[in-house]
């Protein structure tokens, strides 16, 4: 997995099948309701990612766009932004791909295509599809009356091949029919006829006539309890929930009088219960119907089976075990299907009904609208449970798409939020801004529509944030507790409200991004010239931003400007339009120094030598092999004394800065790792490589053992597909498992050659820089004995510059390629100025090798 | 493909009074329990939950690929329903099946096996009673008395192993060849054979575009037959270069450009190509997050500098001439494609795993001979001319918004010895690299009636410059049929007090719009900012200094890069 693919869910339908002892298997509900036929479903493989392929094969002579030229039509105003608008009209077109494949069926006699009959007007306000099916030949007046086939199938047949056997309880449930595929997570009732473990100290089924406090009880009590459930069960959880800011922002502390409407059902579904140890329904099953692309196919169909149809059937199963909640609705649905049956109804119209009736079949509609457009779906359940799902999204990538790859143009390029494997930094949440990706009054009126209690302190942290100062700060400032901004955060970015990145300065250079949506342009520039009217356009900025990478700073006219110009930045930022460009770099031995080592190594050969050879002379009966065992034991000490006190006092700090990283990243990074924001799920994976492999660093570290660091085994299953998959793409993030202090070709300074060279001759002339190539530390953090001294001595090169001196061991930490440059500043607690004086100072001497990317 | 991918194959049949049972399995044991001593000791799953459904389903799921995950295994099965009067109850299904691994990721392509071995078998069967024969025959139901207490699919100890049964040395056939060789051919009898292969699925090739610049990635030229019938591929073939665009391609080689892009859509498909931008001394390139890969990767840099160095009868007049492609050109020819990328080569030959895709024969080509014998000969020596410092030098001092001349300027003494525009065309095909490309986007509030002599002449220029007018009137009708879409809801988004003139503005730039049509000159079309200026340059057939010249000439006009 190396570019994150654009989201799409390629959800067509979504079915609710329930195994009872009374009526046997039984396709409850589906949704939408005219479905489309698998065949057609089947045929219609167009990729996500070309989504005018067909033109280009077919017609080829329309010679340019993007290949995403179909979302403009969509966007509109500030939403450009949204991560989930960008990406509808590249869906969009799909579904009209699959449209046209359904109207080709609709005229093919018997071709499974029973879907291809028209609707009649009443579905007009339920929009199950774009509009072409309406347009058909619409004869039967009613509208639809095929009760029997969903799909395409046999209700009978499906409904029997959806009800796996009890071997599959809690498991995943996939079948695929030819390239459309049924994913679920059936539910079996216990054997003891419970749909939950009963809670000891819970003996409900004796207390049906406490009615109004215990069901209070009841419902707040059962509202944690599907969270611990989640929480608890699995680790792709995205994080636990802290009270009051659940998903949907309304779930959770419930007002205290339950509605007459839940207590009635409550009470019902308590004598339900109490009554029959033998429960009617023992299994449903909530097939979600996808067809994704061949290439595709295990992600697309991972990434519905996690985030939606498992937790959607986890939070149906509390219902039921709450009240019967399945069971009763889909009871309640059969029956109005029956009547509908026999009086002759249409299927719209039937639905209609069903929909305003029965809150399970709504939330199913919902669920469907949302995901199938790749929102996200907030489900209300009933008056007391209400919950959101999605599949989360990838906020930015590190690598470029190029013209064989094309990627989700618009997603943020940034390597900010890549995770360093080998690495036991604490995330930067804390250093990092939180760029609202909504304008704030927008975000609380949303959240006032969702959740009475919690508004007014959520609204304050909101107003509160902005993207030029770090959550510490603005924590700071606002008298915040670190730990609520930190859960605020994780949550809006979880929840694709926010984006996590590094505040944004004047001082800062951003360019163009090279992914930017420039089909989005069109629509951004009134957008933008509604909001800053005064200033320059965006055409401009982007014309402005395009030259020499420079700070933003240089661009704003006058201090005045500073603050609009920063809310441009932010915008821009926004929609992706531009991306910081960060500096990183590596440090250059030059030969100089390289020989001005060796000939110190050298000198300390011969030293030792005499030393040797005076205290042989020195000891009578000093034998030869104990001479040579002292003698190799001096060496092994003197590699490990002579080695320069900087590098032992950094280890030092290093351990201690190390310790405290891995602590506070114990803390955060199931957060973290599972709130997404640094990329894509599937980079999952590789942040626990790096966890794993940072904790056996410090372990190392804090044994302390002076020997060459061995490089941590690189954690090769995130990194071995990545190379099967790409070769030709080398990228950092997983190039940079390879040991990095792999032995230089240069021999003849690494140490083993030096030791037998100082075993030689002793009178060898002094090296010259001649004889040496400059070369780069790849990992200074993990520089062999060597490196070290090389380092050392560059060190003692800023003999007049006693603040660079001091500083160099630090600097050293982040001039191995991988960390910005402009992270030095918060990371260590240091002004940016400095920051930028100490590293000029290191450039000036020439010992850096500078490059500047995202 | 992943080697024995395959874990298990088998054959199940219903039988109208026994029920749904597996009759052959490869290997032994691997799907119901068997007694034979080389059995698996444990079944991968327990196949009796799933058999009725799923293995042997309602008719209305025959006649399709059916998978099913159980037990993290992935049961890819084609059952068939044979409706003939012949057979008892007149029907007769089987189902003929694979097992994979569920964690396959292309599991596609056995699908796509299960169903061809499907249809294959139901061809047999009505043809000749393949089958049907068999179990005629009295081994494989009767078999099902004597051990009877063993339930289902424990027969296979006294019928199953090898010996007479045809389905079962096809199981084991197909098994053990998809395996070692992801193909394999089983004659069946005098008129029928079984050809399989397990096909990769790839993804769908990107649109090309006529300003793209195609570089080969292996040596097409070295396969003694023609890859294609298709004669414009033929054609087209020569002259792919890794320097000439889509369009000069096509105009070099003479074809219509429409199938010159289909022809190189089909070897990206194949993976035979990648895209590059055209290479200009004025364009920018600027280094990606990858280029610490690079920096950390010994053997990339060796690559590198093996394909960069200039031969070695150059090395003393190296300093390039700026602007001098043609120079380039004249070497460049096919010896382009002879070293790109033996990652991607290897890659390639990994993929196709047909006997006759192996060994390439060395590049007889007659320009490349020589430059390939030059560069065997110098390797030794000038490899170490180019110090891996000097590359991560160069690299690293490209940057946004620094032309490569000035670029060049800026390095010469670093240079001696490179081909800059290979090394280059290096970075950009390692992905280290970007190229960033310029953008136009008119926001002109006041545009100037553009001047039509000067928008004449070019127009003729550049219809000149297309070999085919055909295809660039196709093209051309296909951007304007896009224009007004992209015009009409910008007009009417414009809701603030400037909004009327914006409209009215909108309606000139319409009017604008049509007169270049019919002056076929469609300059502002990509002046949208969607265009960037090697596609003006590419589609107008004019240099970027002239579409500089004329873009300016068009009014306000914002020009950025990204």
């Known amino acids: ?854 | 493909m992943p080697t024995r991918a395959i874990k298990a194959i088998f054959f199940t049949r219903f039988h109208h009074e026994k029920g749904s049972r597996v009759l052959h399995q490869v290997p032994e044991g691997s799907i119901t329990p068997s007694s034979s001593p080389s059995a698996l000791r444990t079944p991968l799953f327990d196949v009796d939950a799933i058999i009725n459904t799923y293995i042997i389903p309602n008719q209305q799921f025959c006649d399709r690929l059916l998978a099913f995950c159980t037990n993290h295994y992935r049961v890819i099965g084609y059952p068939v329903c044979i409706r003939e009067g012949r057979y008892s109850r007149n029907e007769f299904i089987f189902n003929f099946a694979l097992v994979v691994e569920e964690g396959v990721s292309d599991w596609i392509a056995y699908g796509e096996v299960a169903r061809k071995l499907g249809r294959l078998l139901r061809g047999l069967e009505e043809q000749g009673e393949f089958l049907s024969r068999e179990e005629e025959e009295g081994r494989v139901w009767e078999d099902d008395g004597a051990t009877g207490g063993g339930g289902l699919g424990d027969g296979e100890g006294s019928f199953g192993l090898g010996g007479g049964s045809k389905v079962f040395a096809l199981c084991e056939m197909v098994l053990e060849d998809l395996n070692n060789y992801a193909e394999c051919m089983i004659p069946i009898d005098d008129s029928n054979t079984i050809n399989l292969k397990l096909f990769p699925t790839r993804a769908p090739p990107p649109p090309i575009y006529a300003h793209q610049v195609p570089v080969l990635t292996i040596s097409l030229s070295s396969l003694h037959t023609p890859i294609s019938s298709d004669l414009t591929l033929n054609r087209i073939l020569p002259h792919i270069n890794g320097i000439s665009s889509v369009a000069h391609i096509a105009q070099l080689a003479d074809t219509d450009l429409s199938l010159t892009r289909k022809a190189i859509q089909h070897l990206v498909y194949y993976g035979c190509l990648v895209l590059l931008d055209i290479f200009s001394f004025g364009a920018v390139y600027a280094p990606t997050a990858e280029i610490g890969g690079f920096v950390v990767d010994e053997s990339v840099k060796e690559e590198c500098a093996r394909y960069v160095r200039v031969p070695r009868m150059r090395i003393g007049s190296i300093k390039p001439k700026l602007g001098s492609v043609e120079s380039e050109r004249s070497r460049g020819g096919t010896d382009e494609r002879s070293s790109i990328s033996s990652s991607s080569r290897s890659q390639l030959h990994s993929e196709h795993t047909t006997p006759s895709d192996r060994a390439p024969a060395p590049d007889f080509s007659t320009t490349s001979v020589s430059w390939s014998v030059r560069d065997a000969d110098s390797d030794d020596e000038e490899s170490n001319a180019i110090s891996h410092m000097t590359l991560i030098t160069l690299y690293t001092s490209l940057r946004q918004g620094l032309t490569l001349k000035n670029w060049v300027l800026e390095n010469v003494e670093l240079l001696g010895g490179i081909d800059v525009r290979r090394l280059i065309t290096f970075g950009i095909i390692k992905g280290f690299l970007y190229r960033v490309h310029k953008y136009a986007i008119a926001t002109s509030t006041s545009l100037p009636p553009a001047p039509p002599a000067s928008l004449q002449s070019v127009s003729t220029s550049a219809a000149v410059n297309h070999n085919d007018v055909s295809d660039q009137a196709t093209i051309r009708g296909g951007h304007l049929a896009r224009i007004p879409s992209l015009v009409a809801p910008t007009a009417n988004a414009f809701p603030h007090p400037a909004g009327e003139r914006r409209a009215e503005e909108m309606v000139r730039l319409n009017s604008l719009v049509s007169e270049e049509r019919e002056q076929g000159l469609p300059l502002v079309r990509f002046l949208d900012g969607m265009h960037c200026f090697d596609e003006i340059c590419t589609e107008l057939g004019m240099s970027e200094r002239v579409v500089e010249g004329k873009i300016r000439g068009v009014g306000e006009v914002q020009v950025f890069s990204r």
Request: aromatic residues 6%; hydrophobic residues 35%; glycine residues 6%.
């Open chain 1, 1 to 854: 997995m190396a570019l994150p693919l654009p989201p799409a869910s390629n959800l067509h339908a979504i079915l609710l099948v329930t195994q009872s002892r009374s009526l046997g298997p039984r396709l409850v509900f589906h949704y939408p309701p005219i479905s489309p036929s698998a065949a057609a479903l089947a045929a219609n493989k167009a990729p996500v990612w070309f989504a005018k392929e067909a033109t280009t094969s077919s017609g080829g002579s329309e010679s340019s766009s993007s290949d995403w030229d179909s979302s403009t039509e969509n966007e509109g105003g500030d939403d450009d932004a949204e991560v989930g608008s960008r990406t509808s009209g590249g869906r969009g077109s799909s579904w009209r791909t699959g449209a046209s494949h359904r109207d080709k069926d609709k005229y093919r006699p018997g071709a499974g295509g029973v879907w291809g009959r028209s609707i009649d007007e009443e579905d007009g306000d339920l929009e199950v599809e774009n509009g072409s099916k309406a347009s058909g030949n619409g004869k039967q007046k009613g509208g639809i009356h095929d009760w029997d086939t969903v799909l395409g199938f046999k209700v009978d047949a499906l409904e029997k091949i959806l009800c796996p056997g009890k071997a599959f309880n809690k498991r995943r449930f996939e079948m695929g029919v030819e390239s459309v595929v049924f994913v679920g997570a059936p539910m079996f009732v216990r054997e003891d006829g419970l749909w939950k473990k009963r809670k000891k100290r819970r003996k409900r089924s004796a207390e049906d006539a406490l009615l109004a406090n215990l069901k209070i009880g009841e419902a707040k009590k059962g509202d944690g309890s599907p969270e611990e459930d989640r929480s608890g069960s699995t680790s792709t959880e995205p994080f636990v929930y802290p009270e009051g800011f659940e998903p949907g922002y309304g779930h959770g502390l419930i007002s205290g009088a339950p509605s007459g409407a839940v207590s009635e059902a409550g009470s019902d579904a308590r004598s339900n219960s109490t009554a029959d140890n033998n429960p009617d329904m023992t299994m449903f099953n909530v097939v979600f119907v996808l067809n994704p692309p061949a290439l595709e196919y295990q992600l697309r169909v991972k990434d519905m089976y996690d985030n939606i149809s498992r937790k959607y059937a986890k939070a149906l199963k509390y219902e039921q075990a709450r009240f019967q909640y399945v069971w009763k609705e889909s009871k309640r649905i059969i029956d109005i299907k029956q009547r509908a049956k026999e009086n002759g109804e249409a299927l719209t119209a039937t639905w209609q009904k069903i929909l305003a009736i029965s809150p399970l079949a709504k939330s199913i509609a919902i669920l469907f609208e949302a995901i199938s457009n790749d929102k996200i779906a907030h489900v209300h359940f009933d008056a007391t449970f209400n919950t959101s799902f999605q599949i989360p999204q990838a906020d930015s990538t590190p690598y470029l798409p190029n013209a064989l790859e094309p990627q989700m143009p618009g997603l943020w390029l940034t390597t900010s939020n890549v995770v360093i494997e080998d690495e036991s930094d604490a995330p930067m949440t804390q250093h990092a801004a939180l760029l609202l990706l909504e304008d704030p009054e927008t975000l609380i009126k949303d959240l006032e529509g969702d959740n009475k209690n919690n508004t007014a302190a959520l609204a304050f942290y909101i107003r509160n944030i902005i993207p030029t100062k770090s959550l510490l700060k603005i924590s700071n400032k606002h008298n915040i507790v670190a730990q609520d901004m930190e859960y605020i955060a994780s949550h809006l970015v979880y929840w694709r409200r926010a984006r996590l990145i590094a505040p944004l300065h004047p001082r800062d250079t951003y360019i163009v991004s090279p992914n930017a949506d420039l089909s989005n342009l069109q629509a951004a520039i009134p957008a933008y010239a509604s909001r800053f009217s005064t200033l320059p356009t965006l055409p401009k900025m982007l014309s402005m931003l395009s030259g020499t990478p420079k700070p933003y700073r240089s661009f704003i006219p006058t201090a005045e400007h500073r603050e609009a110009y920063m809310d441009i930045l932010a915008w821009l930022m926004r929609g992706g339009w531009v991306t910081q460009l960060r500096t990183f770099a590596w440090v250059r031995v030059s030969p100089e120094i390289k020989a001005q080592v060796a000939a110190d190594m050298e000198r300390e050969e011969r030293v030792k030598k005499a030393d040797d050879l005076r205290r042989e002379a020195a000891s009578d009966n000093g034998s030869m092999t104990e001479s040579l065992l002292s003698d190799k034991r001096s060496s092994l000490l003197s590699a490990s004394t002579i080695r320069p006190a900087t590098p032992l006092r950094r280890t030092r700090r290093d351990r201690d800065g190390e310790e405290e990283g891995t602590e506070t990243n114990a803390a955060l990074s199931p957060l973290v790792a599972a709130t997404g924001w640094r990329g894509s799920p599937a980079r999952a994976s590789s942040s626990d490589a790096g966890s794993t492999s940072s904790a056996r660093t410090t372990i190392a570290l804090s044994s302390g053992a002076q020997q060459r660091p061995i490089s941590p085994a690189p954690p090769s299953h995130s990194r071995d597909p990545q190379q099967q998959q790409r070769p030709q793409r080398p990228s950092p993030l997983h190039l940079k498992t390879t040991s990095p202090s792999r032995p230089q070709p240069f021999s003849p300074t690494s140490p083993s050659l030096t030791a037998t060279a100082a075993a030689g001759p002793p009178q060898s002339p002094p090296p010259s820089p001649q004889s040496f190539a400059p070369s780069l530390i790849l990992n200074p953090q993990k520089a062999n004995s060597t490196e070290a001294r090389w380092l050392e001595k560059i060190g003692q090169t800023f003999a007049h510059d006693a603040d660079l001196r001091e500083h160099w061991p630090m600097l050293l930490r982040h001039l191995d390629g991988r960390h910005a440059i402009e992270d030095i500043s918060p990371r260590e607690g240091l002004k940016r100025k400095r920051v930028a004086a100490l590293f000029n100072g290191v450039r000036e001497g020439g010992w850096l090798v500078v490059v500047r990317h995202w």
